[in-house]
Nanobody, 120 residues
């Protein structure tokens, strides 16, 4: 199973980006996961959870992105999205998607990072 993240780039403050994370190698990867997450890691900082969508469709966001970021899931396309609006320079980071199954059989899949740079 592979998770392929894309959509990062350079954007001015106040702008928008949409990140995508497509799963391949097995059908229903996201459907069988308990949590699907977007994390980010800025240089010199620890990786932090940005957004989560659960198997029942509930969502959670870090306080720093509430009202600006939206996570969504298209099971038909095996793809999870992170819509990012009103971007700030402090959103600059590498963004990683993650699919986690916390019930047996346990699974923990990670995509490679996609870099988001927000200029002031």
């Amino acid at each position: 199973v592979q998770l392929q993240a894309s959509g990062g780039g350079l954007v001015q403050a106040g702008g928008s980006l949409r990140l995508s994370c497509a799963a391949s190698g097995a059908s229903g990867v996201f459907r069988s996961s308990n949590n699907i997450n977007w994390y980010r890691q800025a240089p010199g900082e620890q990786r932090e959870l940005v957004a989560r969508i659960t198997s029942v469709g509930s969502t959670n966001y870090a306080d720093s992105v509430k009202g600006r970021f939206t996570i969504s899931l298209d099971n038909g396309k095996n793809t999870v999205y992170l819509e990012m609006d009103s971007l700030k320079p402090e959103d600059t980071a590498a963004y990683y998607c993650n699919a986690k199954k916390i019930t047996f059989p346990f699974r923990d899949y990670w995509g490679q990072g996609t870099l988001v740079t927000v200029s002031s």
